[in-house]
């Protein structure tokens, strides 16, 4: 199975310049969230989705805009890059909104903006 | 609002040395706790979850007590490996849909 996969890996950006975060999964979860993986600071919720069509902002949303067209595919997109979102950003899904379900995590994308 | 502190890191032990991991945490509610594992290179696993007061959580030799009068849920292992590597998160979950609340990650380097 191939789980939560993101792509690309690596990426660097110029300040200014925009990008999207690909994100899918393939175990049907209605649950999709992206977070931001800082030093010093954890994990920090970004957006969140309940399902396709549904949308909304979590912890440090701003600079940052999704969409849920489909089950399967939860994108991130930046639409200025700035060096403040230089970060590794983790999607995360789970099968519903149940708060005892766990996340199943991609392996990350390492964001650099210059 | 929600949080969760978790004591500073890197924790460097021998191997087979006993494992403790401090995690506190300030919720409004009842939350849900849980450990994720981070291993180099990789996304977040579950390690372990506990739902209610007193619920032992459990895996792979792994163990967390979800202690409400002290509003702690410490990870402990009685014998580490070097497989065990890695960077340990402890969460909460005070709310529907899965909005996690992470502490900022404790590393643990095991030397053979």
């Known amino acids: 199975n191939a789980g939560v996969t993101q792509t690309p890996k690596f990426q660097v950006l110029k300040t200014g310049q925009s990008m999207t975060l690909q994100c899918a999964q393939d175990?049907?979860?209605?649950?999709m969230s992206w977070y931001r993986q800082d030093p010093g600071m954890g994990l920090r919720l970004i957006h969140y989705s309940v399902g396709a069509g549904i949308t909304d902002q979590g912890e440090v949303p701003n600079g940052y805009n999704v969409s849920r067209s489909t089950t399967e595919d939860f994108p991130l997109r930046l639409l200025s890059a700035a060096p403040s979102q230089t970060s590794v950003y983790f999607c995360?899904?789970?099968?519903?909104?149940?708060?005892?379900?766990?996340?199943?995590f991609g392996n990350g994308t390492r964001l650099t903006v210059t | 609002g929600n949080s969760v502190t978790q004591m500073e890191g890197p924790v460097t032990l021998s191997e087979e040395a006993f494992l403790t991991i401090n995690c506190t945490y300030t919720a409004t509610g009842y939350p849900s706790l849980f450990w994720y594992v981070q291993y180099p290179g990789e996304g977040l696993q579950l390690l372990l979850k506990a739902t209610k007061a007193d619920d032992k959580g459990s895996n792979k030799g792994f163990e967390a007590t979800y202690r409400k009068e002290t509003t702690s849920f410490h990870l402990e292992k009685g014998s580490v490996q070097v497989s065990d590597s890695a960077v340990y998160f402890c969460?909460?979950?005070?709310?529907?849909?899965?909005?996690?609340?992470f502490g900022t990650g404790t590393r643990l380097l095991v030397s053979p």
């Open positions: 995360a899904s789970s099968p519903g909104g149940e708060r005892n379900s766990p996340l199943h």
């Open positions: 969460a909460l979950s005070d709310h529907g849909f899965q909005k996690l609340v």
């Open positions: 175990m049907n979860h209605e649950y």
